[in-house]
C-alpha cells in the first residue's frame, strides 16, 4: 500500500467519525423537546437580541421549599404547554412526569436578564419569601448560554381577570371577592412588612393574581423585576400603564414604591367592585379613560352606584350578605387607595384593618 492509498484510509476514517459525532449531538438535541424546543425557535427569531448573551455561563439549579427534590432533567424534559407570553418571556404548564404533578414555568429571555453572579442574592430572597398569598418560587434553572427558569406551582383557577369577566356565579358572590380582596391585600402587606428587605411588586394587575380552585388568590410576579435588566424593568412599568395600573406619580418617576403598589391595588379594588376593565380603550373622553377616573367622576355626577355590580348584593344570602352601605365603604378605600397623591394612600396595614371593618357589616 502506498502512501497515498494511506492518506485517503485515514481520511476516510475521520470523515466517518465526524459524520458519526454529528448524528449523535443531533440525537442528544433531539432528545430535549417540550418547552425548551419553544424557546430555541423563539430565540433562532429574534437572533439579534439572543447573540448578545451567548457568553457562556455555569449551569446551575437553585432549589427552594416545595422543589427540594427538584432535578435538571425534571425540568428540562417536561412537556409544556404555552399558557402565557411577554416581551421578556414565556409562561408554560408543565408536567412533571417523575412526579406525576403540574407546575408554572417561566421562561425568562437571556438578552432581558442580568447575568447569574449579579442576580443570586435576589433569586435567594424571593425564593424564601413564603405567604399563604403569595405564589412560591421552588426552584430556579440557569443554561449555559444565560436562559433562566422560574419554576412555580400551578393554579388550576387561572386568574382574577378572566375570573371577574367569566359568567360565573361565583364571582358574583360577595363571600368569594371578600375573601380574594382581602388575600390580596394581605399578600402585599406581607411584601411591603413582612420582610427584612421590603419587595416592591412593580406589576400588580389582576391578571397577575392566580387563585385555586377554593378561589384563594395568590400574587405572583413578585421580584421578577429584579431579575431583568433596567431597560426591561422599565418596559414592564410601562405596560402596566398601557393597562391602566400604573399611579399618576410613575410618569416622571421611574422606580416603583410601596405607594405605587397600592395605587395598583385600588385599581383592581374597584375591577372587583364594577367588573370593569381599568382603561376604557374605546372611551371618547379622555376623562373616563381610566377606571379610577371615571369612578372619580360619577362620584361627583353622584351616579357612583350605578356603576356598582350589583348582583353582589342579590348573589348573597342573609348569613353571607353584604348591605348597599358595605359596598359605598368598600368603594371609598378603593378611591383612597387611587388618590393622585401618594401621601393620601392608605398603607397595607390600614386596607387590611379597613376591609376587615367592611367584613363585619
Known amino acids: 500500500m502506498d502512501r497515498n492509498d494511506t492518506i485517503k484510509i ?36 429574534n437572533r439579534c437580541d439572543y447573540l448578545e448573551e451567548l457568553e457562556l455561563e455555569a449551569e446551575d439549579l ?5 422543589g427540594e427534590d427538584l432535578t435538571v432533567h425534571d425540568i428540562l424534559e417536561a412537556p409544556g404547554e404555552v399558557v402565557g407570553k411577554s416581551g421578556y418571556g414565556t409562561l408554560y404548564m408543565a408536567s412533571l412526569e417523575r412526579k406525576e404533578s403540574v407546575v408554572l414555568l417561566r421562561f425568562l429571555r ?31 434553572y440557569s443554561g449555559p448560554k444565560g436562559e433562566k427558569l422560574l419554576v412555580h406551582p400551578f393554579y388550576f383557577g387561572g386568574n382574577l381577570s378572566k375570573f371577574l369577566r367569566d359568567a360565573s356565579d361565583e364571582s358574583h358572590r360577595w363571600p368569594v371577592v371578600y375573601k380574594i380582596s382581602l388575600g390580596i391585600a394581605k399578600g402585599l402587606d406581607y411584601l411591603h412588612t413582612g420582610l427584612q428587605k421590603p ?15 377554593n378561589h384563594q388568590p395568590y400574587l405572583s410576579d413578585f421580584g421578577l423585576h429584579l431579575l431583568l435588566n433596567p431597560t426591561v424593568g422599565q418596559e414592564v412599568l410601562e405596560a402596566s400603564a398601557d393597562e391602566g395600573y400604573k399611579a399618576p406619580e410613575l410618569i416622571k418617576m421611574k422606580d416603583a414604591s410601596k405607594e405605587s403598589d397600592v395605587y395598583s391595588l385600588g385599581v383592581i379594588l374597584l375591577e372587583i367592585l364594577t367588573r370593569k376593565e381599568p382603561i376604557y380603550r374605546s372611551s371618547s373622553s ?6 379610577p377616573t371615571s369612578m372619580r367622576n360619577a362620584a361627583l355626577d353622584h351616579k357612583v352606584i350605578e356603576m356598582f355590580n350589583f348582583e353582589l348584593l342579590s348573589q348573597s344570602n342573609r348569613q353571607t350578605s353584604i348591605t348597599e352601605e358595605g359596598l ?6 378603593a378611591m383612597s387607595c387611587c388618590s393622585p397623591s401618594p401621601s393620601l394612600r392608605p398603607d397595607t396595614k390600614q ?11
Not at 443570586?120 to 403569595?134: A, T
Not at 386596607?351 to 357589616?361: A, F
Request: charged content about 20%.
Open 10 to 45: 485515514v481520511l476516510g476514517s475521520v470523515s466517518v467519525f465526524l459524520v458519526l459525532l454529528l448524528l449523535f449531538v443531533i440525537c442528544c438535541c433531539r432528545r430535549r423537546r417540550s418547552w425548551r424546543n419553544s424557546e430555541e425557535l423563539e430565540m433562532g427569531k
Open 62 to 66: 437553585m432549589c427552594f421549599q416545595g
Open 110 to 140: 437571556p438578552a432581558c436578564t442580568e447575568r447569574m453572579v449579579e442576580i443570586v442574592p435576589q433569586i435567594r430572597m424571593v425564593g424564601f419569601v413564603r405567604h399563604p398569598n403569595l405564589v412560591p418560587l421552588q426552584a430556579f
Open 199 to 213: 419587595i416592591i411588586h412593580g406589576n400588580l394587575k389582576s391578571k397577575n393574581i392566580l387563585l385555586d380552585s
Open 286 to 291: 379622555p376623562l373616563d379613560l381610566y377606571l
Open 328 to 333: 359605598l365603604m368598600y368603594f371609598q378605600l
Open 351 to 361: 386596607i387590611i384593618r379597613k376591609l376587615n371593618e367592611i367584613g363585619r357589616q
